[in-house]
């Protein structure tokens, strides 16, 4: 078995140096005189522009169009589109083999799909059950997950391409399977009699219905984006249910809100919860009081419909400056590996900092002058600005954080307000990327691998460790 390390150059793509330099992506079209929707194409690696294109997009963005086509190059030659972001992919297949053997004294996990870890990190956060193998098409991320799941065989693969049999030989037969597959064909889901490990049509979930049915674990938990409810009326998410229903399984599902269990975030997530034993699944109860409105809407019978009872009774939620006030005040561009001094922590700082003395990751992106007066300027939404200020963007874009409420979901551009929500509540620049790791609920001590723009997209795209923990100790409670 080898490991491969990853150390590419980072050439910098049209859309970054538009986010750098603060623009919207209509504005530069416009500026440019190039259609806006060649523009997105670009962008997102689908195609390769003519030489025209890059000297009008090159002239407003003050860079060469030679460094921009050879960086547009390297995108299109190596860029997986999807779930709003770009990123590398793997040249080919490789296993990072475990550093450590599993304890047969604890619950063996499988991972599918497991980006960095954080979903089956929070397993493991119950001291019960142990993480022993992974599967993930990036590089990045897969470098990530096995250097904090010493445990685990990771798997740097498409899916489709790894064995059942590999993967059973090497994750100690689990006895829980996790995973998020992409969203991309749901819709042409086929019954679970018509698929074969072989068939080259089978999309990403059939070979996850796959996988469980072969290696029949106990229980297994889907989490995927709240918008799959309604995704194709419905059908995509009946679909999904009936294919586990179909290999012997008990299904349950419910949109989950993290801030209702402790994250200093409102990140939703929609989460199946399947077992072989017939048993409805006892949903954990929240931990804490948020009375948000939910994505999933009132009819979908979702948590936060019974909170307005309880509130009384559960400590309200986590607010972001709860979770990242002890980390130091830094300018735009700037950075500390050194926490706050005589600052009293709350108990979410204590824990996300545990015994971690050198601060990493609180590196702040380096703003334009123009970005810097917008971020000066910035209010809760985009309309607090002063109309000149900007002409275009999400009313969430460039917009601060407030200071005592959970943040809005993460995206994997938080460093960078011309795409979201993600200014600091006082501070004139946008969270550093140790900010987020708070926000999303990971230790201090998870090591992330790879670049400054890899590990960002790795915490903005993760699943909060928390979510799992709550899964976990659900399933312990009926194990």
Same mark, same amino acid.
């Given at each position: 078995?080898?490991?491969?390390?990853?150390?590419?150059?980072?050439?910098?793509?049209?859309?970054?140096?538009?986010?750098?330099?603060?623009?919207?992506?209509?504005?530069?079209?416009?500026?440019?005189?190039?259609?806006?929707?060649?523009?997105?194409?670009?962008?997102?690696?689908?195609?390769?522009?003519?030489?025209?294109?890059?000297?009008?997009?090159?002239?407003?963005?003050?860079?060469?169009?030679?460094?921009?086509?050879?960086?547009?190059?390297?995108?299109?030659?190596?860029?997986?589109?999807?779930?709003?972001?770009?990123?590398?992919?793997?040249?080919?297949?490789?296993?990072?083999?475990?550093?450590?053997?599993?304890?047969?004294?604890?619950?063996?996990?499988?991972?599918?799909?497991?980006?960095?870890?954080?979903?089956?990190?929070?397993?493991?956060?119950?001291?019960?059950?142990?993480?022993?193998?992974?599967?993930?098409?990036?590089?990045?991320?897969?470098?990530?997950?096995?250097?904090?799941?010493?445990?685990?065989?990771?798997?740097?693969?498409?899916?489709?391409?790894?064995?059942?049999?590999?993967?059973?030989?090497?994750?100690?037969?689990?006895?829980?399977?996790?995973?998020?597959?992409?969203?991309?064909?749901?819709?042409?889901?086929?019954?679970?009699?018509?698929?074969?490990?072989?068939?080259?049509?089978?999309?990403?979930?059939?070979?996850?219905?796959?996988?469980?049915?072969?290696?029949?674990?106990?229980?297994?938990?889907? %989490? !995927? #984006? =709240?918008?799959?409810?309604?995704?194709?009326?419905? /059908?995509?998410?009946?679909?999904? +249910?009936?294919?586990?229903? @179909?290999?012997?399984?008990?299904?349950?599902?419910?949109?989950?809100?993290?801030?209702?269990?402790?994250?200093?975030?409102?990140?939703?997530?929609?989460?199946?919860?399947?077992?072989?034993?017939?048993?409805?699944?006892?949903?954990?109860?929240?931990?804490?009081?948020?009375?948000?409105?939910?994505?999933?809407?009132?009819?979908?019978?979702?948590?936060?419909?019974?909170?307005?009872?309880?509130?009384?009774?559960?400590?309200?939620?986590?607010?972001?400056?709860?979770?990242?006030?002890?980390?130091?005040?830094?300018?735009?561009?700037?950075?500390?590996?050194?926490?706050? %001094? !005589? #600052? =009293?922590?709350?108990?979410?700082?204590?824990?996300? /900092?545990?015994?971690?003395?050198? +601060?990493?990751?609180?590196? @702040?992106?380096?703003?334009?002058?123009?970005?810097?007066?917008?971020?000066?300027?910035?209010?809760?939404?985009?309309?607090?600005?002063?109309?000149?200020?900007?002409?275009?963007?999400?009313?969430?874009?460039?917009?601060?954080?407030?200071?005592?409420?959970?943040?809005?979901?993460?995206?994997?551009?938080?460093?960078?307000?011309?795409?979201?929500?993600?200014?600091?509540?006082?501070?004139?620049?946008?969270?550093?990327?140790?900010?987020?790791?708070?926000?999303?609920?990971?230790?201090?001590?998870?090591?992330?691998?790879?670049?400054?723009?890899?590990?960002?997209?790795?915490?903005?795209?993760?699943?909060?460790?928390?979510?799992?923990?709550?899964?976990?100790?659900?399933?312990?409670?009926?194990?």
């Amino acid at each position: 078995m080898r490991e491969i390390v990853f150390d590419r150059s980072m050439l910098q793509d049209l859309r970054s140096i538009r986010l750098i330099r603060g623009m919207g992506q209509k504005d530069l079209a416009v500026e440019a005189g190039v259609p806006l929707a060649e523009l997105s194409k670009v962008e997102r690696g689908l195609v390769l522009p003519d030489a025209r294109f890059l000297e009008a997009v090159g002239r407003v963005l003050s860079v060469s169009s030679h460094e921009l086509h050879e960086a547009q190059l390297a995108l299109l030659e190596s860029a997986t589109p999807g779930e709003g972001y770009v990123t590398a992919r793997s040249e080919d297949s490789y296993v990072i083999t475990r550093r450590e053997e599993p304890s047969r004294s604890r619950i063996p996990v499988l991972d599918l799909f497991c980006g960095v870890g954080g979903f089956s990190h929070g397993f493991q956060r119950t001291g019960r059950f142990q993480v022993v193998g992974g599967i993930d098409l990036l590089p990045d991320r897969i470098s990530t997950f096995a250097e904090n799941h010493p445990t685990a065989t990771a798997f740097c693969a498409d899916i489709r391409s790894v064995g059942i049999d590999p993967l059973a030989q090497t994750t100690h037969q689990p006895q829980v399977i996790i995973g998020g597959p992409p969203c991309q064909g749901f819709s042409s889901i086929r019954p679970f009699r018509t698929l074969t490990e072989k068939d080259p049509r089978n999309n990403l979930f059939e070979h996850f219905v796959l996988v469980v049915a072969a290696l029949k674990p106990k229980w297994f938990v889907l %989490e !995927n #984006v =709240v918008g799959l409810i309604t995704h194709d009326k419905g /059908r995509a998410l009946q679909a999904i +249910l009936d294919s586990f229903k @179909s290999v012997g399984y008990r299904v349950d599902w419910k949109v989950l809100n993290a801030a209702l269990y402790g994250l200093p975030q409102r990140r939703e997530r929609l989460v199946v919860v399947c077992n072989s034993i017939g048993q409805s699944f006892r949903w954990p109860a929240p931990t804490h009081f948020f009375n948000g409105r939910s994505m999933a809407g009132k009819q979908h019978g979702q948590i936060a419909d019974q909170l307005p009872l309880l509130g009384e009774m559960l400590e309200p939620a986590v607010t972001v400056m709860e979770a990242i006030h002890d980390l130091p005040e830094i300018e735009a561009g700037a950075s500390s590996d050194k926490y706050r %001094e !005589n #600052v =009293v922590s709350t108990v979410y700082e204590r824990t996300m /900092r545990g015994n971690t003395k050198v +601060l990493t990751l609180h590196e @702040s992106t380096h703003h334009t002058p123009r970005m810097l007066e917008i971020i000066r300027e910035a209010g809760h939404n985009r309309y607090d600005l002063p109309q000149q200020l900007t002409s275009s963007g999400f009313s969430s874009s460039y917009s601060r954080l407030e200071p005592d409420l959970p943040s809005v979901t993460l995206t994997v551009n938080f460093v960078h307000p011309a795409s979201n929500k993600c200014i600091h509540p006082y501070q004139d620049r946008a969270l550093t990327p140790r900010e987020g790791a708070r926000l999303q609920g990971f230790e201090d001590s998870y090591r992330f691998k790879g670049t400054r723009s890899q590990i960002v997209k790795q915490i903005g795209n993760a699943v909060p460790p928390l979510l799992g923990e709550m899964i976990a100790r659900a399933l312990l409670g009926q194990w």
